[in-house]
């Protein structure tokens, strides 16, 4: 009797550090928000001015306020994993983003998703590609990815609308046209 219960609470202690050392190995290593600012129009057409150009640049930073806007809009990824921050970072099509989500409420774990960046006029499709914590790759199926799409019309003024987009290293080129 003595050996079953010494094994049991053997085994209890073990998962309980198993347990401990999960959470702490998934768990957020900076801490991030969903703070964003709104697109300043005024500047992207003072930009325009003086470049003589009919087009705008998106920064990197410009994307990520994108992002979060739609990102803070919805943060229920899922029904057991709720979105907390993210930082967003461009590299020519592809969006990588670094994100602190909550398990069932409970476990904060950061979580690095990469997204391809596709130009469907008239809107920029964000297209889920693939999830990980740490190195281990998370399964579509805890996730849910539901593609992210941003009308950039509608960060325009309406006599002006988006021509075609085209991303670069730097950022993302905007044409502009006439409506």
Do not use: C
């Amino acid at each position: 009797m003595k050996r079953l219960l010494f094994a049991l609470l053997t085994l209890a202690l073990l998962l309980a550090i198993i347990a401990f050392g999960i959470i702490r190995y998934i768990k957020p290593t900076e801490t991030l928000d969903l703070q964003y600012k709104e697109l300043s129009i005024g500047a992207k057409v003072t930009e325009m001015i003086v470049k003589r150009q009919f087009a705008v640049e998106l920064t990197e930073a410009d994307v990520e306020n994108i992002v979060k806007k739609q990102l803070a809009e919805q943060p229920q990824l899922s029904p057991d994993m709720r979105l907390t921050g993210a930082r967003v970072e461009l590299a020519g099509n592809r969006l990588n983003i670094a994100a602190n989500v909550r398990y069932k409420n409970k476990i904060p774990a950061q979580v690095s998703a990469v997204y391809d960046l596709q130009w469907q006029e008239p809107n920029l499709h964000i297209v889920f590609r693939d999830a990980r914590i740490k190195s281990i790759s998370l399964p579509r199926s805890q996730f849910d990815p539901q593609p992210i799409d941003v009308n950039l019309n509608d960060l325009l003024p309406k006599a002006v609308a988006v021509k075609d987009v085209k991303f670069n290293g730097e950022g993302v080129h905007v044409e502009l046209k006439l409506r």
